[in-house]
């Protein structure tokens, strides 16, 4: 069984570059969910892809878009970069968008670091 | 709105006990989850409660109480490894939302 994987580890970028993160959801699963962690804090919600579709989305302005492919991997795309940008981002995936509610359980990826300069 | 208090910090000897508390307000909520965090690492699960009480997993039990929105992580017999951050997270809609977290140190 293929855990979560995400790209690239680590990226540095300018104030108002465009980024671009990738992930590969663990085998069998669905659904992918994007956090937000900035040092010292706990992740926050992004948004969720279900089905190639945008299924929630947390307090995050529209330059954080996502997409979702067939194969259920997914891109995190934040345009305009902020120096506030500069965070931890992990990838999350699921069996379908109740796996959450019913188990509490999401599996993690250790997460694309992003510097903004 | 969504809102998670617990400590920021714990500090324990190897082989005590720590209990590490979460206190909640949030809408439509499902369930509380509980995740561990190295240094540079993923979150991993450790233990969810849906309803009342108590589950043990191991060293590792969790209660909630939903009429307090209060829960909590109990870790047993501490080793050096269980030196990370835990994290209390509160199933609402399709998202997890988490706290701020627990830096727990464990000493010899």
């Known amino acids: 069984e293929t855990g979560v994987t995400q790209s690239p580890t680590h990226l540095i970028k300018t104030r108002g570059q465009q980024v671009t993160l990738r992930c590969s959801s663990q085998?069998?699963?669905?659904?992918v969910s994007w956090y937000q962690q900035a040092l010292g804090q706990g992740p926050q919600f992004i948004f969720q892809?279900?089905?190639?579709?945008?299924?929630g989305r947390g307090n995050f302005p529209p330059r954080f878009s996502g997409l979702q492919f067939p194969n259920y991997s997914s891109e995190l795309n934040v345009n305009a970069l902020e120096l506030d940008d500069s965070a931890l981002y992990l990838c999350?995936?699921?069996?379908?968008?109740?796996?959450?509610?019913?188990?509490?359980?999401?599996?993690f990826g250790e997460g694309s670091r992003l510097t903004v300069l | 709105g969504q809102s998670l208090e617990q400590p920021s910090e714990v500090t324990a000897v190897e082989g005590a006990i720590v209990q590490i508390n979460c206190t909640y307000q949030?809408?439509?909520?499902?369930?509380l989850s509980w995740y561990q965090q190295h240094d540079g690492g993923a979150p991993t699960f450790l233990s969810y409660?849906?309803?009342?009480g108590l589950e043990e997993t191991g060293r590792f039990s969790s209660f909630l109480s939903r009429s307090d929105s209060y829960g909590y992580l109990l870790l047993q017999e501490l080793q050096m490894k269980d030196s990370a951050s835990y994290f209390c997270a509160v199933i609402s809609g399709y998202a997890l939302n988490f706290g701020k977290g627990t830096s727990l140190l464990v000493t010899p």
């Open positions: 085998s069998g699963h669905n659904t």
């Open positions: 892809y279900y089905r190639e579709e945008e299924n």
């Open positions: 999350a995936s699921s069996l379908g968008v109740g796996q959450g509610r019913d188990t509490g359980e999401l599996f």
């Open positions: 949030t809408s439509g909520f499902y369930g």
């Open positions: 409660n849906a309803l009342d």
